[in-house]
């Protein structure tokens, strides 16, 4: 199995109950207990990460915390240690960059890496994965799962097929057989309305979706819907692993000889950056899903703030439109400029989405894995929810 043609070896790894297993690690006495990490009970927030003994009492993540409460009232309670959290993964970030250049983080306790080659070294795709596990077992007294596939589609589901302390390797041979008995509701951008409409077509499991028309696919989620819909059930998905924002990103910008304050002449290179970053988008043939922008002051004093949409953008007046609804929210709109610029970011299309997040560029730098992880957190308790003391607009 460890010899393939020409295809690649994606490695998924997900830290199992993530928040939940770090506070059971760092209190004893939290351990064979359901441990519920979000919001107080009496309050109006949501389950960040609960552990495996609260689930058995249907406690989900995301769920309102009264919910939580009212199904396991003997959970222990606790708000998160972000600043723990992001520790533990910095760890893990880093032991996986000791096993292959290519890792590529998609939150605070999941990331890609690409471990194509690497048999030569380590052995078989297999033992990777065990000395994977292993290696972070030993460091972090933390279980994970791992899943891998010959694509990120492969080695996400796989990474998610065997959880808790999983391990599941799909070969390409084996992708069809794997994907076809899944439930519909496991692929990528399949949300509770997808599966309900999916559903009403006589269509449950990937395989039945696998035998269902391409016209009536497309009738019902449009072309750009079906074809992802099409893709998934057969397996074909992106294999490339990376910093995604550098790789996939195209940003323009413009240097003023002077401090500008006139707002129409602002608006204008607003249109004209978006048209020239709508321009490389469809040249290059990627739609960004991430819009930013960028604003100096004369002090050199620089912002960023970026939005993350859910439909993406490639024409050139909605790329304006959000990059001038950005620039107007960030009540920077009255202040003289000297650099302005518009940025395009793509995610993958499988990714979940998540919520807005505005950083500035300063922080950005510094506490990137922080940011990662409010971005996670506030999507599942609803926006606003934590700002640790980081600017928040
Ligand atoms: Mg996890």
Not at 124 to 145: G, Y
Not at 163 to 184: C, R, T, W, Y
Not at 268 to 280: A, I, K, N
Request: hydrophobic share 35%; charged share 25%; glycine share 8%.
């Amino acid at each position: 199995m460890s010899e393939q043609r020409s295809g690649k070896w994606i490695m998924h790894l997900d830290m199992d109950a993530f928040f939940a297993s770090v506070e059971q690690r760092d209190h004893p006495e939290y351990r064979g207990r359901p441990v519920i990490v979000g919001a107080l009970p009496g309050s109006r927030g949501v389950v960040a990460t609960c552990s495996y003994e609260a689930r058995q009492f249907g406690v989900r993540s995301a769920m309102p915390i009264s919910e939580a409460h009212r199904r396991c009232p003997q959970a222990i309670y606790v708000r998160p240690g972000m600043g723990r959290y992001a520790d533990v993964s910095k760890q893990v970030m880093t032991l996986l960059s000791d096993i292959s250049p290519v890792v590529e983080p998609v939150s605070i306790d999941e990331a890609y890496i690409d471990i194509t080659g690497l048999e030569k070294l380590f052995g078989t795709v297999e033992k990777i994965a065990a000395m994977t596990k292993q290696r972070i077992f030993e460091q972090t007294q933390l279980n994970c799962s791992i899943g891998v596939g010959p694509n990120r589609l492969i080695a996400k589901l796989a990474s998610e097929f065997d959880k808790p302390n999983g391990l599941k390797i799909v070969s390409p041979e084996q992708v069809q057989a794997f994907l076809d008995p899944l439930p519909v509701a496991d692929l990528r951008g399949v949300g509770r309305q997808t599966v309900k409409s999916i559903n009403r077509l006589g269509i449950f499991t990937v395989h039945d979706l696998r035998r269902c028309s391409q016209e009536l696919l497309q009738q019902q989620f449009g072309e750009r819907g079906a074809q992802h819909l099409y893709n998934q059930a057969r397996g074909i998905a992106s294999d490339l692993v990376g910093q995604v924002s550098e790789r996939k990103s195209i940003s323009k910008e413009h240097t003023f000889g002077q401090d500008v304050s006139d707002q129409q002449l602002i608006r204008d290179w607003f249109r004209r950056l978006s048209s020239e970053v709508g321009r490389s988008t469809r040249k290059k043939e990627l739609a960004g899903h991430v819009i930013s922008i960028k604003v100096r002051f004369s002090n050199f004093e620089t912002h960023t703030r970026q939005q993350r949409l859910r439909t993406p953008l490639d024409t050139d007046s909605t790329i304006f439109q959000h990059a001038l609804a950005l620039f107007e929210k960030s009540g920077f709109a009255n202040r003289a400029v000297r650099l302005i610029g518009v940025g395009l970011s793509v995610w993958e299309a499988e990714e979940p989405l998540m919520g807005d997040l505005f950083e500035s560029e300063v922080e950005s730098q510094r506490d990137k894995k922080l940011y990662s992880a409010l971005d996670e957190i506030s999507d599942k308790f609803g926006d606003g929810t934590v700002t640790l003391g980081l600017p928040k607009r």
